[in-house]
């Protein structure tokens, strides 16, 4: 169980939202979709049937919430589909020893889904309601395995490094180096690269000398931004 507890029970929004049997069809519902769109990790895949997305909806779109959409959350920032989810923790190729650094909390969402299949994550944001709004969710599903921060997701999180995974949620131009130095070697960053009309979506292997870099596919993220948010 990684520590999360039983997610029976979930607050979101400060309203108790219990995992009844549409919200259980609702997760049965979006593993076959990914299934059909490829995704065949059986962790991964129950991992995010075990994780109700009600948990991290604003209440307001709680219909929408296993659509395979974006949607709009705190701090003018949006939630990435559960495909997009799926795809990014499926190409770290993450087992229960890893330890996670995951560059953009948003929801918290990806964080609490990653923590199903590894020993740690730490999670962390630039917007400090949206780490905080993240760290009640977590404290109230039990998720005790994950650290929420608020830091520039340029510079990563030293405290906690060295890191077997990174995922970075938003694109960045270049390699990030700082955060490339936070991986052991060997370990494993996935995050989008390039500029806003050419993205790639790649994963990167820290080794002696240099990088491993492999191409996964064109993605489009939001950039990311360095410093913290002044008043968010």
């Known amino acids: 169980m990684n520590g999360l507890g039983d997610y029976g029970q979930l607050m979101t929004g400060g309203r108790e ?3 009844d049997d549409r919200d259980r069809i609702r997760r049965a519902e979006l593993v076959l979709a990914l299934r059909a769109r490829g995704v065949s990790d059986r962790s991964l895949l129950a991992a995010m049937e075990f994780v109700s997305r009600l948990a991290f909806v604003d209440p307001r779109h709680d219909e929408a919430a296993y659509a395979d959409v974006p949607l709009p959350i705190a701090c003018g ?3 990435a589909p559960p495909s997009m989810i799926a795809r990014l923790l499926n190409a770290l190729d993450l087992t229960p020893d890893h330890k996670l650094l995951d560059v953009g909390t948003g929801s918290g969402y990806a964080a609490a ?3 199903r299949l590894v020993r740690s994550v730490t999670t ?3 917007f400090r309601g949206l780490v905080e709004a993240a760290r ?3 404290e109230a599903i039990g998720a005790d395995t994950i650290i929420c921060v608020q830091a520039d997701g340029l510079d990563g999180y030293p405290a ?3 890191y077997d995974r990174i ?4 694109s960045l131009p270049t390699v990030p180096g700082r955060l490339v130095q936070q991986l052991k070697l060997g370990g494993v960053m996935v ?4 500029p806003a009309e050419g993205q790639m979506l790649v994963r990167l292997t820290r080794a002696d000398g240099g990088e491993r870099i492999e191409e996964l596919g064109k993605v489009r993220f939001v950039p990311m931004v360095a410093g913290l948010a002044a008043a968010l």
Do not use: E, K, N, S
């Open 191 to 194: 995050a989008a690269i390039g």
């Open 113 to 115: 889904v990653a923590a």
């Open 77 to 79: 920032q949006t939630q």
């Open 160 to 162: 906690g490094a060295p």
């Open 136 to 138: 009640q969710r977590f």
């Open 124 to 126: 962390i944001d630039r």
């Open 17 to 19: 939202a219990r995992a």
């Open 167 to 170: 995922l970075v949620t938003g």
